[in-house]
């Protein structure tokens, strides 16, 4: 199945970096969906972005929306150790028939204290 | 408000074996969905339900794959005759249908030896 382009793949970090990643898709989309998974356990929904442009904050998180609709960001600032896991962008577009939400590959955060 | 659940956590069962996994929505949530992940990638969605109406399967789900929701609340997901490359996490997710954001179970592990 279509998946969207998810990067980096993984990041290793020190304890109180900012971190940045991004996804992009050759599809449009109007909404995009930031989820974080830990080990054995279901995405846990992050941020959710309903527009072009849109930038969303959610604590240390913050999402945009990107203007061509076909991309998405989420920096996290002042990483801490609880924020170790696998981050995922999911695409959707509402109305357009196909309705299962579209992943990227994710992003493997790993904080070293 | 309680959230998705999945039963069970894990199967453990031998190639060829019929398993079956349940998902609970949250309640009133009328869009049910269900996703497989294989290691090292996001999930991929498989099909949804909107009440207790089957809308969309993916090509990924084979013949050997069934989904019901029978009550629109709800809803199994059985694999006949298990295959090794059947292993993977079975997620389960929901929304309301006037809604974008889609929440997730915690998921089924299945392993087929």
């Known amino acids: 199945g279509q998946q969207l382009n998810q990067s980096p793949q993984s990041m290793f970090i020190q304890e109180g970096e900012d971190v940045s990643m991004n996804c992009t898709s050759s599809s449009i989309f109007n909404t995009w969906l930031w989820y974080k998974q830990d080990p054995g356990e279901g995405p846990v929904l992050l941020i959710a972005l309903y527009k072009a442009g849109e930038l969303t904050s959610n604590g240390r998180l913050t999402a945009q929306f990107g203007i061509t609709r076909k991309d998405s960001f989420l920096n996290i600032s002042a990483s801490i150790p609880s924020d170790v896991g696998i981050y995922f962008c999911a695409g959707f577009h509402s109305g357009g028939g196909a309705d299962g939400l579209t992943f990227g590959k994710g992003t493997h955060l790993i904080i070293q204290p | 408000d309680t959230g998705v659940s999945q039963d069970p956590r894990h199967k453990i069962t031998k190639r060829g074996q019929n398993v079956t996994f349940r998902c609970d929505p949250i309640s009133e949530h009328n869009r049910l969905y269900w996703y497989r992940q294989t290691l090292g990638q996001g999930p991929e969605f498989l099909t949804y339900?909107?009440?207790?109406?089957?809308?969309?399967k993916s090509r990924l789900l084979s013949d050997r794959f069934s989904a019901e929701r029978p009550k629109g609340s709800f809803s199994t997901l059985e694999i006949q005759r298990t295959e090794q490359g059947d292993s993977a996490m079975y997620l389960c997710?929901?929304?309301?249908?006037?809604?974008?954001?889609?929440?997730f179970g915690p998921g089924t592990r299945l392993t087929v030896t």
């Open positions: 997710a929901s929304r309301k249908v006037n809604e974008r954001e889609q929440y």
């Open positions: 339900f909107q009440n207790e109406a089957q809308l969309e």
